[in-house]
């Protein structure tokens, strides 16, 4: 079929606007360069006078740096409709339409507060391009969100929809690794395939596991250097915003997902924009279908109507970026963040209240948002989720633990050391409690106390760590602040 028919395709990958005039504008544009790539249809008399000024008013974005932005929305939304009945009259046949990411710039508009007026122009466009188009023989539209669940395109009931658990189509959503072995032989590095291996499978498509992106692939062969790549060329904005506003519960399944575990959760994968942050498991459903966390396993649950996921990290690469993201969000100052570490380790108690009453009256407003913040809700989880944050990049010097049983409780934080000639690290957070405690200071010796009562250093001492190398700190908080003592 290929040169044998007329074909409209463009891409809104690249439309990651922060305001709706951006997006709007950046829309226009590429569908003005798919104009201009047909501009051999305004040749001769095939158009009449009236559709070649409808033809130059779009030619004019592909060209004009100051495109005229009064440009009525109903043309604007019309015109590869128009553009299409060009396409069939001149080829004498219907136009086939290629649409990539087509939910980029509502992932955008989600992050920076606009969705709602982008929602009512892509619907628009959308319902004019594919759903009333009588000039369309078939599309082909990519992205994550499930379409026909999606208010932006609830008139598009017409679509067959193919998502990461399809069996359909399985093998062609990246490299199987019989091709990407296959070219590190032909390359000479097949005693990379373990290392590559490591990095850069784990991709799932209904039965076809072992799928490995085609990107982060082809940049290894170019440099022959192992880095992250992928995530490199995508903005991880939402995905960013997702975490850092979730609720306590979702930032604790998070780190069991960081520390290697399979989380186990049950959500409808035909997720949907307005379902972020509202709808349980939502946020689970986006992170899998984006590709950074892959499904294990699955089953149908007939009695809720959904499908039970195990979850794990997609891959290494991919969990570079997680750490990268959430190192981000403490490090607006590198310095006082690495002195933080490094006075954590050491015990410096002045250094460790000063900097993170400083990080907290700044940061907190930005890890919740509506009108019951999680250290409202569930306090004691939202400071662990905090401090956790924090301490992720010390994962190459210590094993990072929490909430697991030892001794007679279940402890917060234990830190343990890979060289055993450095300290291990118990902490336990505390939400000061007025009824019970007069001041923070005896809500950090209450934590303290608890360490001691339910011995929390069994775990160490059952790994061989000696009880003189083992620090304990209290963590107490009200509000925005914080207290730490040992």
Not at 159 to 177: D, H, M, N, P
Not at 339 to 359: H, S, T
């Amino acid at each position: 079929m290929q040169g044998t028919w007329p074909v409209i395709s463009l891409s809104f990958a690249g439309i990651k606007s922060t305001n709706f005039q951006d997006a709007r504008d950046g829309i226009v544009k590429e569908i003005a360069d798919i104009y201009e790539m047909h501009g051999y249809l305004k040749d001769g008399d095939f158009l009449n006078v009236a559709e070649k000024e409808a033809y130059d008013a779009f030619r004019k974005y592909a060209n004009d740096p100051n495109p005229n932005r009064c440009i009525s929305t109903q043309f604007v939304t019309s015109a590869l409709n128009r553009l299409s009945d060009y396409l069939e009259r001149y080829h004498g046949k219907k136009v086939l339409i290629f649409l990539d990411e087509y939910d980029t710039p509502l992932h955008e508009a989600y992050v920076s507060g606009y969705w709602k007026e982008l929602v009512g122009f892509i619907r628009e466009l959308f319902n004019n391009t594919f759903k009333t188009n009588k000039h369309l023989y078939r599309a082909l539209l990519t992205g994550i969100t499930h379409m026909s669940k999606e208010s932006t395109l609830s008139d598009l009931n017409n679509l067959e929809i193919v998502t990461t658990i399809s069996e359909k189509y399985c093998t062609a959503f990246g490299f199987t690794e019989e091709e990407v072995f296959q070219v590190l032989d032909e390359r000479g590095l097949s005693n990379e395939k373990e290392n590559v291996k490591f990095w850069y499978d784990g991709f799932v498509f209904g039965g076809c596991k072992d799928i490995y992106n085609p990107w982060s692939i082809l940049k290894y062969l170019d440099s022959e250097e192992l880095g992250i790549y992928w995530t490199d060329t995508s903005s991880n904005a939402l995905v960013s915003t997702l975490l850092r506003q979730g609720t306590p519960e979702l930032k604790m399944q998070f780190e069991d997902i960081l520390e290697g575990k399979t989380l186990e959760v049950v959500f409808d994968e035909q997720i949907i924009f307005e379902q972020l942050g509202r709808i349980p498991g939502a946020e689970w459903g986006f992170l899998m279908a984006s590709g950074y966390l892959k499904p294990v396993s699955w089953q149908f649950r007939p009695e809720l109507g959904k499908c039970e996921y195990q979850l794990s990290v997609t891959n290494h690469e991919t969990l570079l970026m997680f750490r990268n993201m959430i190192s981000g969000w403490f490090a607006a100052n590198r310095t006082s963040y690495g002195n933080f570490k490094k006075a954590l380790i050491e015990g410096d108690l002045k250094y460790m209240n000063r900097f993170m009453n400083d990080v907290t009256r700044v940061m907190f407003s930005s890890f919740d948002s509506g009108n019951k913040p999680s250290e409202a809700a569930e306090p004691e989880r939202f400071y662990h989720g905090f401090v956790l944050g924090l301490i992720v990049d010390l994962a190459g010097k210590y094993n990072i633990r929490s909430n697991r049983a030892s001794g007679f409780d279940r402890y917060d934080v234990i830190m343990e050391p890979k060289d055993l000639s450095d300290d291990a690290i118990v902490m336990e957070f505390k939400v000061h409690d007025e009824d019970d405690e007069a001041s923070l200071e005896e809500t950090v010796a209450s934590a303290l106390k608890q360490i001691e009562e339910k011995a929390y250093d069994t775990e160490l001492f059952d790994r061989g760590v000696p009880k003189e190398k083992i620090r304990h700190y209290g963590f107490a908080f009200q509000g925005k602040q914080v207290l730490i003592g040992q």
